[in-house]
């Protein structure tokens, strides 16, 4: 018998002006509470934070980063397909473990994969694409929050780097405060240059 394991697949930061965008892939284990889990973009940052703290210590995850300046040279779309996949791999270095401690040895399992969009990144197993599935499936919920939580520390470290920015407040979002604050002071070091600001 064969255990099948569904994999959720998301990223964080596709629409930003700076920073890196910020994926995750996240296996939950059976018992996992599911009533704390929805698309990131729903929870308030305290729900977020809470789950994403429970994410870290009961699932299968990994995480993937791609920085502002790779951005720039293979595009926002290849980025987060880049970053999927590095979470991808990262979470699959953890499942042996992971399985062993849900399931025991005995059993075996299958993956399969699915992404929040329309694209799929490069892993080995079957993986599907459909829009909202962060609305729809527990597992790109979670990978959905780990994502946009992972993002928004690192934006809130570079806050502190460059604090006149704001990266705190709007996170690198094209907001009118960060497009004004760059026609004022130019790009910040982590400005992706090949956006429009």
């Known amino acids: 018998m064969a255990i099948k394991l569904l994999c959720g ?3 964080a930061g596709r629409g930003p002006l700076a920073g890196p965008v910020v994926a995750a892939a996240v296996i939950l284990p059976v018992d996992f509470p ?6 990131s973009k729903k929870l308030s940052p305290k729900k ?9 210590e009961r699932c299968c995850w990994g995480i993937g ?12 779309l ?3 397909l880049l970053a999927m996949e590095r979470a991808y791999f990262e979470m699959r270095g953890k499942l042996g473990d992971f399985f062993s401690n849900e399931y025991g040895d005995d059993l075996e399992y299958t993956l399969e994969a699915m992404v929040d969009g329309t694209f799929v990144p490069k892993i080995n ?3 599907r694409a459909q829009p909202r599935a962060d609305d729809t499936f527990p ?5 959905s929050i780990l994502a946009k939580t992972q993002r928004d520390m690192i934006m809130e470290e570079y806050a502190k780097l460059y604090p006149e920015y704001g990266y705190e407040k709007h996170k690198g979002y094209p ?4 497009r004004e604050v760059c026609r004022l002071l130019g790009p910040s070091p982590i400005q992706r240059m090949s956006f429009k600001y």
């Open 139 to 143: 597992e790109v919920m979670a990978a």
């Open 65 to 76: 980063i791609v920085d502002h300046q790779t951005i720039d040279k293979i595009n926002i």
């Open 175 to 178: 907001t009118k405060a960060h």
């Open 34 to 39: 599911l009533e704390i889990l929805a698309d």
């Open 125 to 127: 197993v079957v993986a």
């Open 78 to 80: 290849q980025g987060s």
């Open 9 to 11: 697949l998301d990223e």
């Open 48 to 56: 977020r934070l809470a789950a994403r703290q429970l994410i870290l």
